[in-house]
Nanobody, 125 residues
Framework: QVQLVESGGELVQAGGSLRLSCAASTRFLSSHTMAWFRHPPGKEREFVAAIFRNSRTYYADSVKGRFTMSKDNAKNTLFLQMNSLSPDDTATYYC???????????????????WGQGTQVTVSS
C-alpha cells in the first residue's frame, strides 16, 4: 500500500511563504496524478492543486498565482510552494495520489486512492 507523509506545515505570518512536502513510498510517482487538498476549520475539504504524470499542473482559482506545485520523481516527493499567504489559507493540508484521476475529475476527492495524514498550516494576521 502507498504511504504518503506530509511535512512543512507551521505558523507563519500573513504575506509570508511556506513550502510543504509530501514523501511517497512508491517509486512510481511519475505514473500517477498527485494533488493537494486542504481542510479549513469549519469548512469542507477543498481542492488546491494537482500535478499530472507529464508534470502539467492545475490550480484552484483561490490559489492560482500564489501557489506552485512541483514534484521530484527521482526522490518520490512532491512540493507545494505557498507565497503571499493570508489567514484564509489556514487549514490542514493533505496530499493525495490518484491512479485514475484525469482532468475532468482532478478536483474530486473520490478520484484519489491514497491520502496522507495532513500537515497544519496556520497563517496569522
Amino acid at each position: 500500500q502507498v504511504q504518503l507523509v506530509e511535512s512543512g506545515g507551521e505558523l507563519v505570518q500573513a504575506g509570508g511563504s511556506l513550502r510543504l512536502s509530501c514523501a511517497a513510498s512508491t517509486r512510481f510517482l511519475s505514473s500517477h496524478t498527485m494533488a493537494w487538498f486542504r481542510h479549513p476549520p469549519g469548512k469542507e475539504r477543498e481542492f488546491v492543486a494537482a500535478i499530472f504524470r507529464n508534470s502539467r499542473t492545475y490550480y484552484a482559482d483561490s490559489v492560482k498565482g500564489r501557489f506552485t506545485m512541483s514534484k521530484d520523481n527521482a526522490k518520490n516527493t512532491l512540493f507545494l510552494q505557498m507565497n503571499s499567504l493570508s489567514p484564509d489559507d489556514t487549514a490542514t493540508y493533505y496530499c493525495a495520489l490518484g491512479q485514475r484521476a484525469i482532468l475532468s475529475t482532478v478536483q474530486l476527492p473520490s478520484a484519489y486512492d491514497f491520502w496522507g495524514q495532513g500537515t497544519q498550516v496556520t497563517v496569522s494576521s
